[in-house]
């Protein structure tokens, strides 16, 4: 009958092995290796010989002063120190479970959901788990789908782009994230109360706080005036600093283009104006995005359902089932 168990419930891989592996991938000698692990140097041989054998590849390459990792040998420390990493943080969850605790969870967030939907999501899950210890990071998609890679995030609500190996990913859309241009309260184009529409044209010599050159949004600000048969702004501040938007914006007449949510959060505070220009320049949709080689935490499951049921609550119809 064909044995359709694991290789390494086949070979009885030890958890001492990988222990070994990692070991001597730090110290680049079998005699150091050995005393991290509290073995002597001939048991350490043993094992690691044991091993090789199993795989049927050479793992480290003896040299006359210590020992290198081979290609096989990188590889399998690699996983090593992956499957290491998650027996440590198997036992911070029992521990937490045994002490009455969920444990923690590491949620990153663009901008935009980390305005409207985080804030409201960490406070309902702090309601119902008062011992759940959240930690919250806010950058760009790029630096918060990295730091999942590295396992120091859970959960990030941002956006995937072609460079991003979806299939290592699990995305679940939200919504879209639509464009505004806003002032400063009282400024000159707000005067009178107007709200007629002001045309792209009538503010393309303005001076603008725009993202950084090589952003998404940078790109579709000045492609929206290309569409619009007009030449992008050439007088520019360049920044992705909120806090000095809005503090540049309460010192001048200068328009600084926002994602809506995060306009509409500083203009409910009385920080800024939303002006009346159409901005044909949405940014593409961002969801709540898991690792798909990794199971969630029981902290993160809870963080991941109330995720889901507000931004329910707040993007309705448009957040995909």
């Not at 050479?58 to 290491?84: K, S």
């Not at 619009?228 to 520019?236: E, G, H, M, T, Y």
Request: contains cysteine; glycine residues 6%.
């Amino acid at each position: 009958m064909l044995d359709t168990s694991p290789w390494y419930v086949r070979t009885r891989l030890k958890t001492r092995q990988l222990l070994l592996v990692v070991a001597l991938a730090e110290e680049g000698n079998i005699h150091r290796a050995a005393a991290v692990l509290s073995m002597t140097q001939p048991a350490a041989s043993k094992l690691l010989r044991e091993l090789e054998d199993m795989l049927g590849a050479v793992l480290f390459e003896r040299m006359p002063r210590g020992m290198r990792p081979t290609l096989y040998g990188d590889a399998l420390i690699r996983h090593a120190r992956a499957v290491l990493g998650s027996l440590d943080q198997a036992q911070e969850e029992l521990s937490a479970l045994k002490a009455g605790r969920l444990g923690h969870v590491a949620v990153g967030a663009i901008t935009s959901p980390g305005v409207r939907v985080l804030p409201a999501a960490v406070a309902a899950v702090k309601r119902t788990h008062a011992n759940l210890r959240v930690s919250v990071e806010i950058d760009a998609s790029n630096v918060l789908l990295e730091h999942l890679a590295q396992d120091k995030l859970d959960v990030v609500l941002g956006r995937l782009s072609a460079e991003h190996d979806k299939l290592q990913l699990r995305y679940e859309r939200l919504a879209g994230e639509p464009v505004c241009a806003v002032v400063r309260p009282g400024h000159p184009m707000l005067a009178d109360g107007q709200s007629r529409s002001i045309a792209l044209a009538d503010i393309a010599r303005d001076t603008w706080v725009v993202p950084p050159v090589g952003s998404v949004l940078r790109h579709r600000f000045e492609l929206m005036f290309q569409r619009a048969s007009l030449a992008p702004p050439s007088n520019v501040v360049e920044t992705p600093a909120l806090l000095f938007i809005t503090r540049v914006l309460e010192q001048s007449d200068m328009i600084a283009v926002l994602t809506e949510d995060v306009a509409r959060y500083y203009a409910a505070h009385g920080m800024v104006a939303i002006l009346p220009v159409p901005m044909d320049c949405q940014m593409d949709d961002f969801g709540i995005i898991t690792r798909a080689d990794g199971l969630l935490t029981p902290a993160a499951s809870v963080m991941m359902e109330t995720l889901r049921q507000v931004s329910a609550e707040i993007y309705g119809a448009q957040t995909a089932r």
